[in-house]
């Protein structure tokens, strides 16, 4: 069960029991559920909410929420186009424009016998004309639709709606001369005794559902705080992949260096071994060279002889 479903079974349950500023901030809470426009949106708890800020807060706030609704989630088909129709009507009905209600009264059940239309929708939307029609004293047609309001089971309209339905059908028949008045009344009483049970019933459920959306809220918490401690998770080993990629640069670099001093120190080493004296190599004497004799008679001639500088007269 969703938390949007959680929210509108409350909600349900507080206008039951009259609590009636709790459900509407539990109404709110659907309405503003974060969803695609169009049949996605929740028109049902649209029209509950519309009714309740009628009875409780005033119509012109009413009619502002409806509006809001046709400019953010315009009706793209059969159901949410009568639902707001629904809701445009007993807002102008609310505020004494007879005539602009009707209108849209007539239009949110143009053509509904034959489109398959939810239950409960039909059931709401048949019984809103019919109480608008009784409040003109129009008494056989807010019969007709009154009728078709609890022609379902008690429990797919609401107790709460079938039951005030058989007391406006008790005030029509009465109007009108018909001896089912009495018929009626005794179901509306019938009904009426009905509902100080489910309110005792529905005030256990409010307890579970309470609990459930807590449960269910808070489970979203701790996804929420393991999807953010994944993340931090992530960003950690990514700085931690970025640090140990940047000393793995540094070794490289680092190692490039040590190479690049090695080659020069090799290079320098080199060039001194060629540039000594002791790595130059001994003159060597060919055999004719070593017998070749001196003037002063020295033989063999292993360096320069300077004799003949002696000998020479000055």
Not at 143 to 150: E, G
Not at 265 to 278: I, N, V
Request: with cysteine; glycine share 4%.
């Amino acid at each position: 069960m969703t938390v949007t479903v959680l929210h509108t079974r409350l909600a349900e349950i507080y206008h039951d029991l009259g609590q009636y500023d709790k459900s509407i901030d539990a109404y709110r809470q659907v309405v503003a559920n974060p969803r695609e426009s169009g049949i996605n949106f929740d028109y049902y708890a649209m029209l509950a909410l519309t009714q309740l800020l009628i009875e409780h807060r005033s119509a012109a706030e009413a009619l502002a929420l409806v509006q809001l609704v046709y400019r953010e989630n315009p009706p793209t088909s059969y159901y949410p186009e009568h639902l707001l129709e629904g809701a445009l009507a007993i807002c102008y009905d609310a505020l004494g424009q007879t005539a602009e209600a009707e209108t849209h009264f007539r239009k949110s059940i143009y053509n509904m016998d034959n489109v398959k239309l939810n239950d409960r929708c039909y059931s709401i939307l048949q019984f809103n004309i019919g109480k608008f029609f009784l409040k003109q004293r129009q008494y056989t047609m807010a019969a007709t639709h009154l009728q078709k309001a609890i022609r379902f089971r008690p429990d797919v309209a609401s107790i709460s709606l079938t039951n005030n339905a058989q007391y406006m059908l008790f005030q029509c028949d009465s109007a009108l001369g018909y001896r089912q008045a009495i018929g009626h009344y005794q179901l509306y009483k019938y009904y009426n005794d009905s509902l100080f049970n489910v309110a005792k019933i529905k005030q256990i459920s409010e307890l579970q559902i309470q609990y459930e959306t807590e449960k269910k809220d808070q489970s979203l918490l701790l996804q929420a705080q393991q999807i953010r401690l994944s993340e931090q998770d992530i960003l950690l080993l990514k700085r931690q992949g970025q640090l140990q990629e940047g000393k793995l640069k540094q070794a490289d670099l680092e190692m490039q260096q040590s190479l690049s001093d090695a080659r020069r120190k090799d290079q320098d080493l080199e060039l001194k071994e060629k540039t000594s004296p002791s790595s130059l190599k001994p003159r060597r004497y060919s055999r004719a060279t070593s017998k070749r004799k001196c003037s002063c008679g020295t033989f063999p001639l292993p360096e320069p002889c300077y004799s003949w500088l002696l000998s020479a007269s000055w």
